[in-house]
C-alpha cells in the first residue's frame, strides 16, 4: 500500500494534458512525470539507431537501458540534452507505433512507477490511470475536439518556426488517437472512476481551476496539520 498521492490525466495526443498536469504539480509542490517523453525517448533511439519498429525485445533492451535525467523542462539522455528533438511530429507518430508492444511497456512500467515520491506525483500519458498508477488519488481523462487539438499543435510548431499544415496534423493526430486506443495492451482509454473533462472551450487557468477543485476535494495536497504561524 502506498499513501503517496497521484494525480493522473490521460487522454489523445495534443489535448495539453501535459500543460495542466504540470502545472497541478507546480500548484501543489508535487513531482511530475511525463510518461510520453519515455515512449518518445525509445523512439529517438530506436530511430538513431535504425532499430526496427517491430523488433520488440531489441525496443525493450533500449528502454531497459536508457539513461535519462529530468530537470525541469530539459531531457537529458546520457547526458546530451534532446527536449526539443524529442517534440517532433515523426518522432511522435514512431513512439505511438512502438507503444503497442508489450514487452516496452513492461520494461517502462517500474522506471514510471519509481517517480512516484513525497508529497507527490502528478503524471500525464495514455494509462496512468488504468495501468500504471491504478490506485491513483485522482483519474482525469483530459481530452479536447481533434481540430482544437491540431490547431493547438500547428500554434506550437509555428512558434517554434516549423512547417506544419492544419490537414496534415489533424489526420496524424486522428491516426495516432485510433492507434493508441486500438492496442490490446494498456490502449488509450478513461479509467472506470476517471472524471471526463473536454478542454475544447476551456483556457488552461480555467482548466487547471477544475483539476484543482477535484484535487481540494479528494483532500489531494491538503497537510492535515496546519502549518506554523510566525509572528
Ligand atoms: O503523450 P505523447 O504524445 O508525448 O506520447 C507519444 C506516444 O507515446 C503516444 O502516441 C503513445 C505513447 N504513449 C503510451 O503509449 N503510453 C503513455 N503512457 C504515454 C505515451
Not at 80 to 87: D, G
Not at 113 to 136: E, I, N, Q, W, Y
Not at 205 to 217: F, G, K, S
Request: a neutral charge; hydrophobic letters at 45%.
Amino acid at each position: 500500500m502506498n499513501n503517496i498521492p497521484v494525480i493522473a490525466i490521460d487522454g489523445p495526443a495534443a489535448s495539453g494534458k501535459g500543460t495542466v498536469a504540470k502545472g497541478l504539480a507546480k500548484a501543489l509542490g508535487f513531482h511530475y512525470l511525463e510518461s510520453g517523453a519515455l515512449y518518445r525517448l525509445v523512439a529517438f533511439v530506436a530511430q538513431r539507431e535504425s532499430i526496427d519498429p517491430n523488433d520488440a525485445p531489441a525496443l525493450a533492451q533500449v528502454a531497459s537501458a536508457l539513461q535519462i535525467r529530468f530537470i525541469e523542462d530539459q531531457i537529458f539522455l546520457s547526458g546530451q540534452e534532446v527536449a526539443e528533438q524529442l517534440r517532433v511530429e515523426s518522432i511522435g507518430n514512431l513512439a505511438s507505433q512502438i507503444a503497442a508492444h508489450p514487452a516496452l511497456r513492461r520494461a517502462l512500467l517500474e522506471r514510471q512507477r519509481a517517480f512516484r515520491a513525497a508529497p507527490g506525483l502528478s503524471c500525464d500519458g495514455r494509462d496512468m490511470g488504468t495501468v500504471v498508477f491504478p490506485d491513483a488519488a485522482l483519474k482525469v481523462f483530459y481530452t479536447a475536439r481533434v481540430e482544437v487539438r491540431a490547431e493547438r499543435r500547428l500554434k506550437q510548431l509555428k512558434q517554434k518556426g516549423l512547417d506544419a499544415n492544419l490537414a496534415d496534423l489533424s489526420r496524424d493526430l486522428a491516426e495516432r488517437d485510433a492507434r493508441d486506443a486500438a492496442r490490446a495492451t494498456a490502449p488509450l482509454a478513461a479509467a472506470a472512476d476517471a472524471l471526463i473533462l473536454d478542454a475544447s472551450d476551456l483556457r488552461v487557468d480555467q482548466a487547471l481551476d477544475v483539476l484543482m477543485r477535484w484535487a481540494r476535494e479528494r483532500q489531494i495536497g491538503v497537510t492535515t496539520t496546519a502549518p506554523a504561524r510566525g509572528n
